[in-house]
């Protein structure tokens, strides 16, 4: 008999490719949707939908119950005032939801850098989840640390189309690991679906390999047939300024740059790479995939 497992964020990126897994190969899946129209997709693959917000931790604790085990993570919310305050506000309810609710598999979305409470933006509120999970009594959590994502250059692709530039406030040549989000989907799925992990660890995804944003931009440069295509390393306060500007708060922003800025200084390069962390999918497929597709769509 297939398991039941419940899961967070099936609209978001990581979320909704690990959802399409587990529905094909037979898992009965309760996904927690403040959208229900979202969500047809899936409930047409047989999936259940339950209309709730991220935080009503009744709702959570009645999808969880019962469930052989969970996917949690914390989703974006680019309003909000304060990022780390709306991040412990879904923490706890997770938490709460788990202890009442019996619930004994866990599978965390984190990210490297999560051993870091502070100095890396919004990756801290990240680590504080971490913690909070491991005091969890009788309940087994597997915290996934994956990398800087590779599907973040779809952001920048009206940037890249309009200004004839790449950029952000990250250093050009310091190189981090780099993953897609399809191959972090592909480890929580198959985690999920064997639930082997016992206690609490930590699984980090390094992508194929390191990169610098001066190569990934010649990588999108190639493709898309500008070889010239520079990257700018944009300084903080206007980059700050620019995403204020396209509707994010202040804190979120400043968290974004913060995350960036922190990169330089080895928090994406804390894990050893091995060939259990390393995925398959390089900046080159992904490029050619996914960032391509959407470029031209612009």
């Known amino acids: 008999m297939k398991k039941t497992i419940a899961l967070l964020g099936a609209t978001g990126k990581v979320g909704g490719k690990i959802s399409e897994i587990l529905l094909k190969d037979g898992f009965h899946l309760k996904l927690i949707a403040q959208t229900e129209s979202k969500f047809e997709r899936f409930k047409d693959l047989g999936a259940e939908v339950i209309p709730a917000d ?5 709702a959570l604790t009645e999808a969880f119950r019962n469930a052989d085990a969970a996917y949690v993570m914390t989703p974006p919310d680019f309003g909000a005032v304060s990022y780390r305050a709306f991040q412990r506000k879904v923490g ?7 202890k009442k609710s019996g619930i004994q598999y866990i599978v965390n979305l984190s990210s490297c850098g ?15 989840q971490e913690v909070k999970l491991n005091q969890l009594e009788n ?27 790449n950029g952000t406030t ?21 985690y999920l679906a064997k639930l ?8 980090a995804i390094l992508g194929q390999r390191n990169y610098s944003f001066n190569e990934i931009t010649e990588i999108i440069g190639n493709a898309i047939g500008k070889p010239d295509l520079q990257y700018v390393q944009f300084p903080v306060e206007q980059s700050i300024q620019a995403m204020v500007e396209q509707g994010l708060s202040a804190d979120v922003a400043k ?16 894990e050893k790479r ?15 995939e996914a960032f391509l597709p959407w470029y031209n769509s612009l």
């Open 114 to 128: 999560g051993h870091m409470h502070e100095g890396n933006g919004l990756i801290g509120g990240l680590a504080e």
């Open 92 to 98: 706890d309810a997770v938490i709460e939801a788990v």
């Open 170 to 190: 990250a250093d050009a040549d310091h190189e981090i690991p780099m993953v897609a989000t399809k191959d972090i989907a592909a480890v929580a799925a198959a």
């Open 255 to 270: 968290d974004i740059a913060g995350m960036e800025t922190s990169l330089k200084s080895g928090v994406m390069n804390y």
């Open 196 to 203: 082997d992990f016992e206690g609490k660890s930590v699984q």
């Open 139 to 165: 309940v087994n959590v597997l915290h996934l640390r994956p990398a800087y994502f590779l599907d973040n250059s779809l952001l920048n692709a009206p940037l890249i189309k309009q200004l004839g530039i």
């Open 54 to 58: 991220i935080m009503d931790v009744s």
């Open 274 to 288: 091995t060939a259990a962390n390393t995925s398959p999918t390089s900046a080159e497929v992904f490029i050619q």
